[in-house]
């Protein structure tokens, strides 16, 4: 059964202070590995797809790694637009299983 | 403008009722997805259909149908089955692609049902 586990739940930043956030899977035969963003109330909004280990990504602020076992997101001076809750998610077959998510606040 | 459109954006239930909760998707995407979101919980997967007139249950799928008579509409039905309806439900939509790459899902804007 694939897994994907979070961490932190939450975090708290200041603005400007860089972080990562974690996302550790257990899959068997990883197609993706998909980051997403949610703000309340809202769809997740894609951020990323990582394919294989080694590989990384950005997109502004953020960048995206992958290992065999977990992926980190890190977010590089961080503005308060920046504030929602980050899901990570991986897919093995046609489907996606997700993680609890990062609440991610970032303070002025 | 390409995407998927969830309605309606908030519906109430009463108890006894089933309620539909419609997805449109103009992406010409092949497969489509519904998931369950709980506050502060991650997302579960309850139906998905890789064609038209084909679809998989998810891990939720207890008191939920769907249909997928065309390509673009992926309709959801709440059933008084279910006992604990209220929730945020996010309909998806992804691109069939063939090969070791992972197919990546695009989501809609979510409808949330209460129970009433």
């Known amino acids: 059964e694939d897994q994907v586990t979070q961490s932190p739940e939450a975090l708290r930043l200041q603005e400007g202070e860089s972080s990562s956030l974690n996302c550790s899977y257990t899959?068997?035969?990883?197609?993706?590995l998909f980051w997403y963003r949610q703000d309340p109330g809202k769809g997740p909004e894609f951020l990323f797809t990582l394919y294989s280990a080694g590989e990384e990504k950005e997109k502004e602020r953020l960048k995206a790694t992958l290992t065999k076992k977990e992926s980190f997101l890190h977010i590089t001076a961080p503005k308060p637009e920046d504030s929602a809750t980050y899901l990570c998610a991986v897919q093995a077959q046609i489907r996606l299983t997700f993680g609890e998510g990062t609440q991610l606040t970032v303070n002025p | 403008d390409g995407g998927i459109t969830q309605s309606p954006k908030y519906l109430f239930r009463k108890e006894g009722q089933n309620v539909t909760l419609s997805c449109e998707q103009n992406?010409?995407?092949?497969?489509m997805y519904w998931y369950r979101q709980d506050p502060g919980q991650g997302l579960r997967l309850i139906y998905y259909s890789q064609i038209v007139n084909d679809f998989q249950k998810g891990d939720i799928a207890e008191g939920y149908s769907v249909s997928r008579e065309k390509k673009e509409s992926f309709p959801l039905t709440v059933t008084s089955a279910q006992k604990n309806p209220t929730a945020f439900y996010l309909c998806?939509?992804?691109?069939?692609?063939?090969?070791?790459?992972?197919?990546?899902?695009?989501f809609g804007e979510g409808s949330w049902l209460t129970v009433v």
């Open positions: 992406l010409n995407h092949d497969a």
């Open positions: 899959v068997s035969g990883l197609r993706g």
């Open positions: 998806a939509s992804s691109p069939t692609r063939q090969g070791a790459g992972g197919n990546t899902i695009y």
